[in-house]
């Protein structure tokens, strides 16, 4: 009779372990997360449930969703209509209609930062795209004081333009990878030679970094006139 219990015994156990519809009951502790919130145990293994991640930043499509837009000079703390602020870095979306969008990551003046993770999901944006930006990019330019850049994806590669009233001043292409970085010709708004700015170049990141402040309120200066 003792042998015939184990038995039975096995058989419910074996059939609880190849059946993993079978419920499986996990006690009801809970972890306290560093934010102060608790998860509790999830079946079928009973572990901890992972901890919310603390957001620092916006996912594209939060990001989409705010619309977010720039007025000001995002470089001197000034207002965000619609917008938000992340550790005092400023998203912008710029929508496009149906071909897509380009949304921005910037910090303050003259350090202007684009990531690749907020540009519109397309692997490539269309020409038509690019020329609804055109039309909008001077109201646009004019929201950020000197200058405005965006990175988008162009095929296998990045595409960066810095510009500065009105105008394309300067054009980068580069890899993912980082490397066959090309500069296009580049002139400032009144036709005349522009230093390029240095370009820090990752799989991931698209960095403008201008250096000369000499060029910086030169630039400042012709905007306000």
């Given amino acids: 009779m003792k042998g015939l219990l184990i038995i039975l015994g096995l058989i419910f156990f074996l059939g609880c372990v190849s059946n993993p519809n079978v419920p499986v009951a996990c006690t009801d502790d809970a972890k306290i997360c560093p934010d102060g919130s608790s998860v509790g145990r999830i079946p ?9 991640v603390s957001q620092t930043t916006l996912t594209p499509e ?6 977010a837009t720039v007025i000001g000079d995002p470089g001197d703390g000034s207002v965000l209509q619609n917008g938000c602020s992340v550790n005092q870095t400023y998203l912008g ?9 380009i949304c921005c990551k910037y910090n303050s003046n003259p350090l202007i930062q684009i990531s690749s993770d907020y540009v519109a999901d397309e692997t490539t944006i269309p020409s038509s795209a690019i020329q609804k930006f055109d039309e909008i990019s ?3 330019e004019k929201s950020f004081g000197t200058s405005i850049s965006f990175c988008q994806r162009e095929g296998e590669g990045f595409y960066v333009v810095i510009g500065s009233g009105g105008f394309a001043v300067a054009q980068y292409y580069y890899s993912t990878s980082g490397e066959d970085l090309g500069m296009g010709s580049y002139t400032d708004v009144q036709g005349g030679p522009w230093t390029a700015p240095p370009v820090d170049i990752t799989a991931y990141t698209c960095t403008v970094l201008k250096e000369n402040k000499g060029e910086m309120d030169r630039l400042y200066d012709t905007n306000s006139t």
């Fill in 93 to 101: 979306f710029v929508e496009m209609g149906d071909e897509g969008g």
């Fill in 138 to 140: 001077p109201t646009y």
């Fill in 62 to 67: 939060e990001c989409r969703n705010q619309n």
């Fill in 44 to 52: 079928p293994s009973c572990e901890f449930a992972p901890c919310p």
